[in-house]
């Protein structure tokens, strides 16, 4: 007997007097101690799936139909007072937003702690032992002082690690996940799946997986169903998936992969968009943006067909699509070129005041010591945990946070130290694309406006019409329509509004871009348009890239340089090949043994570390890494490890490398 069973359910939002459906009759199962992972792109109703069977749909949600059943107790017939003794116990959630999801106004200690009074009728002491232990199995150093937080006291990954510690506090039999580890780093991603993997093997626990990354996938779920624009379109065990995908948007998923043996070849793109909710087609709904669509799926919504017996799939189409990449000629590159940029011991101190007249106590190290260099035409990946410093090194060399202490040179000239005009001059050599793009544009100008700013005020566009001029060429050249300048922000997808970032760094013409994690919060065919572009502009003009990330398979698809940093220090550095093939320093290798594969064969076992990334306000003594390290000797803690060549190309700080 199935845990879960969604039958039909039907669910849409309301628009006026007009009710939008978001989910379209989607029926599947899940059985006790299983995993069934939920894909697509944004928008096509995954969380709002899940929201619907928590019945936690927004003030504007509706529930139009179907049937929930969990454990053969239908929950939509439940009053909302059964629904909230169910929540927490018998059913959980981890939010894709942990930073809206936990109070801020309550500690740590007092949010777990009221599952743990309303479901396991825990108090006092044994509450507080338990509170820890949940801690302490998320992967949070120093529970006892995390209890006594904030969530603002918290980063990113934290906040996370506090939210699955909520979710699982009440030993729930089912468990939603809404892309739980979207915020982690990939040595804290594996921990967390390790943790859920044990939990649900220990008590049978069910879990509905939300994600798009495949590679989690390949790791933790036995089933897997493809949502597009609110319908299932293929469902299949995680054998059936992985070697024989039947759909064309599961294949097109695929294909957008970026992957070290794509180097070379343009990523497979999916055109166009999710449609609208207002606008859902007649026939099959992903038909407008198929290659191998027919007259008929414009006409007629595609039944199931059984491909292999658990194999089901929504599609006129069954023939076998031919593996098609197009091979781009990249110009040689040469590596010996005489750097563009050149960053000497870069410093960035941050002062830690307290005390009635906030005197200076100590300082964060949050970039301490930081020396790099970039070619014209090549891309240095830099890569790290979060908190190791890779932003604060991004802004530091636009002189955007003033450095502490070192030097960075843009072509020969120093700009440590510039104020004014001339660093404004100057900042025309360099430009940054930020992480969130809707935070970065200016919701207030037009993206015309916006992208002719900077033209403006560095006055390399003589009048209003050559701006006008210069940005129809700039949208053209990023992929979007010249109309697009009289529309704002907000009228773009995720995808879209990162394109025009990027024309906005590129409308000084700049020689080096600092792309600071520009495709995290994207699906994979938006990232492989965003990756497709950056290649292209780069073989077009030249520009060279800072590319701070920790998704690894976009450094192999597009870096040709690779820089590790741990706590404020790069630890590791040379050409894409020799670091991600033959990792020296024990945190590289770490880092490479965590990343999720989306494939099935077997990998090397992971390298799990321990604790978390010590304080950058107070770094251990000798070698940073040596309380993680599964090969510190006394020399270690002792000493910092100075730098030895591994090759021409490749160097490494450890006493130990190999």
């Keep these: 007997m199935s845990l879960l069973q969604v039958e039909n359910l039907r669910l849409g939002f309301t628009a ?71 929540r927490g116990r018998k059913m959980a959630m981890i939010f894709q937003e942990p930073a809206t999801s936990l109070n801020p106004v309550l500690t740590v200690g007092r949010q777990i702690g009221e599952v743990l009074e309303r479901h396991l009728d825990l108090r006092g002491a044994p509450a507080t032992a338990r509170m820890l232990e949940l801690l302490r199995q998320v ?73 798009h990354d495949l590679g989690v996938v390949a790791r933790m779920a036995q089933r897997i169903g493809v949502m597009y624009a609110g319908e299932l379109v293929e469902v299949a065990t995680r054998e059936d998936f ?38 859902m087609p007649a026939g099959c709904r992903f038909a407008a943006r198929c290659a191998e669509a027919m007259p008929v799926c414009r006409e007629v919504s595609p039944p199931w067909r059984e491909a292999t017996p658990g194999h089901a799939v929504r599609c006129h189409w069954s023939g076998e699509r031919a593996a098609t990449q197009t091979v781009v000629s990249r110009p040689a590159v040469d590596a010996q070129n ?41 891309t240095l990946a830099l890569v790290g945990e979060s908190g190791c410093g890779k932003t604060t090194v991004g802004k530091a060399l636009l002189q955007l946070i003033k450095p502490t202490a070192g030097s960075v040179r843009v072509g020969g000239a120093e700009l440590v130290g510039l104020a004014g005009q001339r660093l404004r001059a100057a900042r025309r050599h360099l430009q940054m694309v930020f992480q ?63 394109r025009i ?20 919060a994207l699906d994979v065919s938006v990232q492989a348009q965003i990756l497709n572009l950056l290649k ?54 770490a880092l490479l043994s965590a990343v999720p594969v989306p494939r099935l064969e077997a990998r090397p076992e992971i390298i799990r570390l321990p604790g978390e990334t010590p304080s950058p306000a107070n770094p251990p003594a000798g070698c940073h890494f040596h309380p993680r390290c599964p090969r510190a ?16 190309s490749h160097t490494v700080n450890c006493h130990f490398p190999g």
């Design 501 to 520: 970032a990027i024309a906005r760094a590129l409308a000084v013409q700049p020689e080096l871009l600092v792309c600071d994690e520009p495709t995290s």
């Design 139 to 211: 992967g949070i150093a120093d529970p006892e002082r995390r209890l006594g937080e904030y969530p603002f006291q918290l980063s990113g990954g934290m906040k996370q690690r506090v939210m699955i510690a909520i979710a699982l506090a009440g030993e729930p039999e089912l468990l939603i996940a809404d892309e739980p580890t979207t915020a982690l780093d990939v040595t804290v991603q594996a921990q967390i799946l390790d943790l859920l993997a044990k939990i649900q093997a220990e008590r049978g626990m069910g879990m509905l997986l939300i994600t």
């Design 436 to 498: 969130d793009p809707f935070a970065s544009l200016n919701p207030r100008l037009r993206v015309g406006e916006i992208i002719a700013e900077g033209m403006a005020a560095l006055g390399l566009a003589a009048d209003a019409a050559a701006r006008d001029a210069a940005v129809a060429a700039l949208l053209a050249q990023v992929g979007l329509p010249a109309e697009a300048a009289g529309r704002y922000p907000h009228e773009f997808s995720g995808g879209q509004r990162q």
């Design 338 to 378: 005489a750097a563009f940029l050149q960053v000497d011991r870069l410093q960035v101190h941050f002062p830690i005041r307290r005390g009635f007249l906030q005197r200076t106590v100590g300082h964060v190290r949050a970039v301490d010591g930081v020396s790099l260099a970039i070619s014209p035409g090549r």
């Design 242 to 279: 992985f070697s024989r995908p039947q759909h064309p948007y599961t294949q097109a998923l695929f294909a957008a992969l970026p992957e070290v043996a794509r180097r070379g070849t343009q990523l497979t793109t999916i055109p166009g968009q999710v449609p609208a909710l207002a606008a």
């Design 16 to 86: 006026g007097k007009t009710t939008l459906p978001a989910v379209d009759g989607i029926s599947f199962a899940i059985s006790r101690g299983e995993t069934f992972a939920l894909l697509g792109e944004s928008g096509c109703g995954k969380s709002a799936t899940a929201q619907g069977i928590m019945r936690l749909l927004p003030a504007a949600g509706r529930l139009l139909g179907g049937a929930i059943r969990l454990d053969d107790e239908e929950l939509l017939a439940l009053p909302e007072a059964e629904m909230r003794r169910l």
């Design 536 to 589: 292209q502009l780069q073989e077009e003009l030249g520009v060279a890239y800072l590319f701070i990330t920790h998704n690894f398979a976009v450094v192999e698809y597009l870096a040709h340089d690779v820089a590790v940093m741990y706590l404020g220090r790069i630890v590791e550095r040379g050409r894409a090949e020799e670091v991600l093939r033959t990792p020296r320093h024990p945190y590289t290798q």
């Design 633 to 648: 000797a006394d020399i270690c803690r002792e000493r910092y490890p100075e730098s030895s060549a591994q090759s021409v």
